[in-house]
Antibody
Framework: EVQLVQSGAEVKKPGESLNISCKAS????????IAWVRQMPGKGLEWMGS??????IYSPSFQGQVTLSADKSLSTTYLQWRSLKASDTAMYYC??????????????WGQGCLVTVSS | EIVLTQSPVTLSVSPGDRATLSCRAS??????LAWYRQKPGQAPTLLIY???IRATGIPARFSGSGSGTEFTLTISSLQSEDFAVYYC???????????FGPGTKVDNK
């Protein structure tokens, strides 16, 4: 069974750093890119970027704002902030990309990680 | 940059009704269009990809159609679990790009 299990909710202050994770199981981690998607409170879905062991692609909207990485030894991907802002308050989802259709398609999602940034 | 618009913003229907949701792309996306359902408090779930192919385990009451710039998601007989927000999404092979529409909320009339 494909599973993406994300780390727990976080409450942080502006300026703090944060690293959240997404552990994959039930499929070959090195055969799939993992995407990260932001959902701000009451809003829609925004693709932030996608990562694969040794490679990462960012949405222009998030380039330089966050860092994505992957550790194939742990089958885990990470989303990192160096200095959080209140506007980073959102639910963050990781999701698997599958290419069996010929194009990269988001097919499975993690349960989400709620990040709250407040002074 | 491709922009997706969805209509209506909110669709009020009753259980058992037929629901028709639209998604329009600012330029042709071919058949690279997916639909997701997001129930309250849950992660999205893939319903349709390739504009008209049901994902694994998705009931036959969901159907997708369209190509190019105009797409439709139809729910033939709405069930209680279908009251949710529906997003269309453009996906591209390379460069890796994903664009979501703003969503349509289907609520109980």
């Amino acid at each position: 069974e494909v599973q993406l299990v994300q780390s727990g909710a976080e409450v942080k202050k502006p300026g703090e750093s944060l690293n959240i994770s997404c552990k994959a199981s039930g499929f070959s981690f090195t055969s799939h890119w993992i995407a990260w998607v932001r959902q701000m409170p009451g809003k829609g879905l925004e693709w932030m970027g996608s990562t694969y062991p040794g490679d990462t692609i960012y949405s222009p909207s998030f380039q330089g704002q966050v860092t994505l990485s992957a550790d194939k030894s742990l089958s885990t991907t990470y989303l990192q902030w160096r200095s959080l802002k209140a506007s980073d308050t959102a639910m963050y989802y990781c999701a698997r990309l599958d290419k069996t259709t010929g194009n990269y398609l988001i097919d499975y999602w993690g349960q989400g990680c709620l990040v709250t940034v407040s002074s | 940059e491709i922009v997706l618009t969805q209509s209506p913003v909110t669709l009020s229907v009753s259980p058992g009704d037929r629901a028709t949701l639209s998604c329009r792309a600012s330029q042709s996306v071919g058949g690279n269009l997916a639909w997701y359902r997001q129930k309250p408090g849950q992660a999205p779930t893939l319903l349709i990809y390739g504009a008209s192919i049901r994902a694994t385990g998705i009931p036959a009451r969901f159907s997708g159609s369209g190509s190019g710039t105009e797409f439709t998601l139809t729910i033939s007989s709405l069930q209680s679990e279908d009251f949710a927000v529906y997003y269309c999404q453009y996906y591209n092979s390379w460069p890796l790009t994903f664009t979501f529409g703003p969503g349509t909320k289907v609520d109980n009339k």
